[in-house]
């Protein structure tokens, strides 16, 4: 069974930049699209972005394009997410997961996840 694992998250200021990475415990991981959401307190985990399994194709959420950026390396098993220009609003916990199948925005067409890492952007 895959395991996916965060890391690189923590504290910064707004303005700043952070870069997760989520690292995958086998190498059937790259024949997946992969995703980053986020959870903030009290709300509804939701989607950041995704990449399909080769890298072609990228896709963000409105409220992160232009400052984030994700990509990965399939010989690493590995999948980043680059953010920049972070914002008070971009706290939460960040999860990577696992593309299964149907709608990439809808939390059930994952179907692993990894434990999450936080961030939080202070003002």
Request: proline content about 2%; glycine content about 8%; hydrophobic content about 35%.
């Amino acid at each position: 069974q895959v395991q996916l694992v965060e890391s690189g998250g923590g504290l910064v200021q707004a303005g700043g930049s952070l870069r997760l990475s989520c690292v995958a415990s086998e190498r059937t991981f790259s024949t997946h699209g992969m995703a980053w959401f986020r959870q903030a307190p009290g709300k509804e985990r939701e989607f950041v972005a995704a990449i399909t399994w080769n890298s072609d194709n990228t896709f963000y959420t409105d409220s992160v394009r232009g400052r984030f950026t994700i990509s990965r390396d399939n010989a690493k098993n590995t999948a980043d997410l680059q953010m920049n220009s972070l914002k008070p609003e971009d706290t939460a916990v960040y999860y990577c997961a696992l593309y299964d199948r149907g709608f990439l925005y809808y939390t059930s067409s994952y179907n692993l996840w990894g434990q999450g890492t936080q961030v939080t952007v202070s003002s």
